[in-house]
């Protein structure tokens, strides 16, 4: 009996192993054909989030710059420089620069060698481009 069935899976392992068959060369070509499909699709996607990713960080940086430039405001007076803002930590991928005075401030910031600027004012929250000729206007109008 033990004999029997033994023969009998024996036969079924061969049978199958014989019947085995490779994929078709059309068949390869659709697999290929999908996976480029795919790819091409989901990487121009993939790279839009990245880009999204860092605007944001950038935005959150100097969002955080003008919180603590307002406190240190408040607290000590204008600080000459980031550094001298206490409540301010400093991120190593974004560069964040302060410009302006007491009476009007901005701060812009990028995303290391990014060309996409951001920028936040004393009035405002943080937008794309530069916030200088605000600064300077406000500057201008402060001088006796």
């Known amino acids: 009996m033990i004999h029997r069935t033994l023969g009998a899976l024996s036969r079924t392992r061969i049978a199958i192993r014989d019947r085995q068959q490779g994929f078709t ?47 240190e405001m408040v607290t000590k007076g204008y600080p000459a420089s980031l550094d001298d803002a206490s409540a301010y930590t400093e991120s190593k991928e974004v560069d ?20 996409r600027m951001f920028a936040i004012d004393d009035n405002g929250a943080a937008i794309e481009g530069t916030c200088v000729s605000n600064v300077a206007t406000a500057a201008t109008a402060a001088t006796p």
């Open 96 to 115: 964040v620069v302060l410009t302006g005075s007491a009476t009007a401030f901005c701060i812009t910031g990028k995303f290391g060698s990014s060309t």
């Open 25 to 71: 060369l059309i068949e390869l070509l659709v697999v290929v054909l999908i996976i480029g499909v795919l790819a091409a699709v989901a990487i121009p996607i993939f790279l839009n989030q990245q880009e999204g990713a860092k605007d944001s960080a950038v935005k959150a940086q100097i969002t955080q710059a003008k919180t603590a430039v307002v406190a």
